[in-house]
């Protein structure tokens, strides 16, 4: 019985390390628009958030970036991640926060597909019943209001869906880059967020960054620290609960980016919107099981 209740007890520290790591991706949105109106981009502004993290894994593990050099399954982790980064912050930033994370959470579709091209895995009962509920769930999000056809209506839409897509491609490399050790595929995932992100901004010929201010430089290096520490509380928790867990409390960043949009009038909750959010979700909670 102390033995059960200790653990119990001590369960707390991870789950709370797991929610903090949730509240900052979701309402992430917040910074990043204060620092659109400051003059610099999402792009850029996802760039620079990621570098100082890219900085100090490089100085405390200098292994790690021979070992990202030598591994060329890393290589598509730093794709998969940087995409994932600079089309969620960009969508976020000019989208409607409550309809792009919904899209964004699209992620079950994709992982189920990419499990079984990348990792071989074969459809079960469970993984079509949550393609299902996606499916159905991005058909409702998306029907417009004045009929037509259930695509994408914006950039940010796009984005949100390219997002989703990269992000379950981020983790089923993860799944299969298991061996490669945490240093490595940490310094993959947030060089992918400043390499991608950077490039994207040059090809796309955005507006450079502003002339250093004060504002814009201690905004960006406050969200970058948020970021690190969010993805250390994301380490912390995830090695110390089950799977299926850390997956349930991850979810939580869906009610934290609406909550908050909601709040502060960056999104809008339509009936169609929140039946096809409930549709989504449950699909994100059927991907805990197993």
């Known amino acids: 019985m102390t033995v059960a209740v200790t653990a119990g007890s001590a369960a707390w520290r991870p789950a709370l390390a797991l929610s903090f790591n949730a509240f900052v991706w979701g309402v992430s949105w917040w910074p ?25 894994i490089a100085l405390r593990s200098p292994r790690a970036c021979g070992e ?29 926060v409550v309809r792009v994370v ?31 509920l996606a ?50 595929r940490a310094l993959a995932m947030f060089l992918g967020g400043a390499l991608v992100s950077a490039a994207l901004a040059l090809a796309l010929s955005t507006a450079p960054p502003p002339a250093l201010a004060s504002g814009w430089v201690l905004g960006a290096l406050a ?21 299926n867990a850390t997956a349930v409390i991850m979810i939580t960043e869906v009610l934290f980016a609406s909550g908050s949009a909601l709040l502060l009038g960056a999104g809008v909750l339509t009936p169609a919107l929140a039946a096809g959010g409930v549709l989504i979700v449950l699909a994100a909670l059927l991907a805990t099981r197993g």
């Open 135 to 184: 499916l159905t769930g991005a058909v409702v999000v998306m029907w417009p209001a004045d009929g037509g056809l259930p695509l994408p209506r914006s950039l940010a839409d796009g984005l949100a869906l390219l997002g989703g897509f990269s992000f379950a491609l981020n983790n089923v490399m993860l799944r299969r880059e298991a061996a490669r050790s945490t240093g490595a």
């Open 223 to 243: 969200l970058s620290f948020a970021f690190l520490v969010g993805n250390l509380a994301l380490q912390y928790g995830a090695a110390r609960l089950p799977a």
């Open 32 to 56: 990043l628009r204060q620092l659109q109106g400051a003059g610099l981009h999402p792009l850029w502004a996802t760039a620079l958030v990621y570098i100082v993290p890219v900085l100090l």
């Open 102 to 132: 919904l899209l964004f959470y699209l992620m079950p579709l994709w992982a189920v597909l990419l499990a079984r091209v990348l990792l071989g895995e074969h459809f079960s009962a469970i993984a079509l019943l949550r393609v299902a």
């Open 68 to 96: 990202l050099l030598r591994t060329p399954g890393l290589w598509l982790l730093v794709l998969a991640a940087g995409t994932t980064n600079a089309s969620f912050n960009w969508a976020m930033t000019i989208g409607d």
